[in-house]
Structures are given as structure tokens and as C-alpha cells.
């Protein structure tokens, strides 16, 4: 028997879980907002939040797209002695990967950079890495290493080290970024660190959960091989895959003041970490925001500050139950441009549920049984 499960016959459940905390700093453009760059930046790095999603975007090492509102992040270590990374866990990839040593791209110069000559137990692979995201792009190459989160030192993780990077990255809090979706999605045949988990034995159930506070300084936190009673209320919905390569469920609609706006018929929706706003069909979000009377002005969906505690909720209706989404929630406001709302257009079919749904739902991502749990957040 592993050790993790001697520990926890011996100890509350609770106690068994291995939890990374978040940090949730100011995003991208915030930070350029501030510096009143972010209407030249926005006009240059257009934002497509289906980059991720969509095999046919091209790699390369132009930037293509940007998610300039990602907030959250923790930090990891890799190597011995342990060298620090702030990572973004996303649900919506599989590879793990950060800036090194060998990258020459703006982006690499004011993020921390793994030096495999620096580390006793780093293992080259030979083997090249490229991947697109809605932040844009990385090329690099893979190695293996020990790769410690929230406590949990994971022995040989296939990572990578990246060499060239979009330059919008270079405007992003986080280091690097850990793919928390399903093993087929990985590029280059890389095993991620949860499936490691899993067969190593470090965690006690084959799953994850995350909790996304609104307060930069509450507790936002992934908790690995559990599930933390004391980050929502009332009982989990849980929501069969219909797709097990990303977390990816069906949505029945999506009403406002009880009318169907979107997704009327069913829609497919992926639960994502790793994108900040909710997105869908332009034609779905259009009725959305016209649902709740705002109006698009230089691309965003604009409503007055003074109206929010007026505006309706937005429900999202799955698997039988209702998930709703206030005003207070789905307005994002900012000292230089006013109000927007959380609900933005990407290409193609499907939905990302992004941080303006996961911080109201805590969510559980459920390997050993292939579903996703949602519970109304504390």
C-alpha cells in the first residue's frame, strides 16, 4: 500500500489533500491600462480565446492571440536543488513547460528561466515541443526533471523548456503554464504531471478541484486528490464528459429573465482554467449581452457602472440544474474604461467556461470517473 494511503487511515480526509495556493495579481491589462498602452497593445495582439481549441492554428513564433485578463497562478518548483516558476493550471492543456536558459524571445527576459545545468536530476530528451495558446505561442523542446506541486514531488516529469515565445507573453504575470487536461491533448506525446500523480500513487482519489476567490487576497487554491468542503456550499452537480480530451460537457441553454438567449437546443462547453472570460458563438454572446442591455463599443460589450446591481443574472442551464451567473460576477470594471461585461465571441461551435464561471462554481475535475463536479462557491 503507498504511503499517501497509510497516512490517510491515520489522519482526517482533509488533512490527506495536497493543496498549491494562488495568486491573483493584476492582469495584463490592468498593467498596461495603467500604462496606457492598452490600445495599441489590443490592436496588435488580437485576442482568440479558440486558439487552444482549434489544431489548425498555426505555430510559430509571431504572436497570433492574447487572454490579457488570465489573474491566477501558483508556484512550482523543477529540479534539484529547486528552481521556482509561476505557472498557470490550466484545464484547458496538457503540457508542462517554462521559459529556460536557451530562449532569446522578449517574452523569456523578465520571466524566471530553468537552467538544466543548474539541476543534479534534469534528463535531456532530444525531443522538440510546439504549442499554441490563447495567449499565443511556444516552441522549445522537452526534458525530464523533478517537478514538485503543492507538495507532491513528481520524479522524472517530461516538461518543456521553452525557446521562442510569443511576445505577448512577455506582458503575463506567470513563468510558464501546467495542462491539467487529458493525456491525447498533449503535444508531443507528453505525459502531464496529474496523469504522473495518478500512477505514481501520490494523490488519494483521481481527481482535482479548484477554487477561484474574487479577493486577491483569499484563498484561491487547486487541490489535488480531493475535494475542500470549505470552498462551497450545498451539494456537487456532478456532469458527465462528453468529450474526454478536454473537459468538455453539454449545456441545455442559456437563458436571462427565464428567456432562452443562447444555446437554445444544447450546446458543448469546455471547463477552463486557463481562459479568463465566458466565450461562445458571436451570435450566442450577442444575445447575451443584448439580454442584459449592453452595447459593443471598440469590441467590448459596455454597461454603465451605475446599472449592475439592476442588470439581470445570466443561467446557464446543465444537466438538469441551474448555474447562474449575477451581474456583480459577469461585470469586469476598470478605473481607465468603465464596465464590460465577462462574455466574449471565439470562433467555431464551442463554449469555454472560463474564470467568470469557475468563481462561482467550484469545480471538480474527476479522471477516475470522467466527469466534472460543480458546486456553488463560497
Known sequence: MKLVFVLCAMVALSECHFQIHLEKGKTARELLEEQGLWEEIRLKFPYNPMAKFDASFAVGEQ???????????????????????????????SNLWVPSVYCGSPAC????????????????????LSIQYG?????????YDTVTV????????????????????????????????????????????FDNMMKEGLVNEDLFSVYLSSNAEQGSVVTFGGIDTNHYTGSITWIPLSNELYWQITVDSVTVNGQVVACNGGCQAIVDTGTSLIVGPQGSI??????????????DAVVSCSQISSMPAVTFHIHGQEFTIPA?????????YGCRTGF???GGSLWILGDVFIRQ????????QNMVGLAKAR
Open 135 to 143: 495567449t499565443g505561442s511556444m516552441t522549445g523542446f522537452l526534458g
Open 63 to 93: 504572436p497570433m492571440t492574447n487572454d490579457a485578463d488570465l489573474a491566477y497562478y501558483g508556484v512550482i518548483s523543477i529540479g534539484t536543488p529547486p528552481q521556482s516558476f509561476k505557472v498557470i493550471f490550466d484545464t484547458g492543456s
Open 328 to 336: 456583480s460576477a459577469y461585470v469586469r470594471q476598470s478605473s481607465y
Open 361 to 368: 462554481y467550484y469545480s471538480i475535475f474527476n479522471r477516475g
Open 150 to 193: 503543492g507538495g507532491l514531488a513528481v520524479k522524472n516529469q517530461i516538461f518543456g523548456l521553452s525557446v521562442t515565445e510569443a511576445t505577448f507573453m512577455k506582458y503575463m504575470r506567470a513563468d510558464g503554464i501546467l495542462g491539467l487536461a487529458y493525456p491525447r491533448l498533449s503535444a508531443s506525446g507528453a505525459t502531464p504531471v
Open 109 to 128: 527576459y523578465n520571466h524566471d528561466r530553468y537552467n538544466p545545468g543548474s539541476s543534479t536530476t534534469y534528463k535531456h530528451s532530444g525531443r522538440s
Open 344 to 346: 466574449s465571441s471565439g
Open 286 to 299: 450577442n444575445g447575451i449581452n443584448g439580454g442584459i442591455g449592453a452595447s459593443v463599443q471598440n469590441g
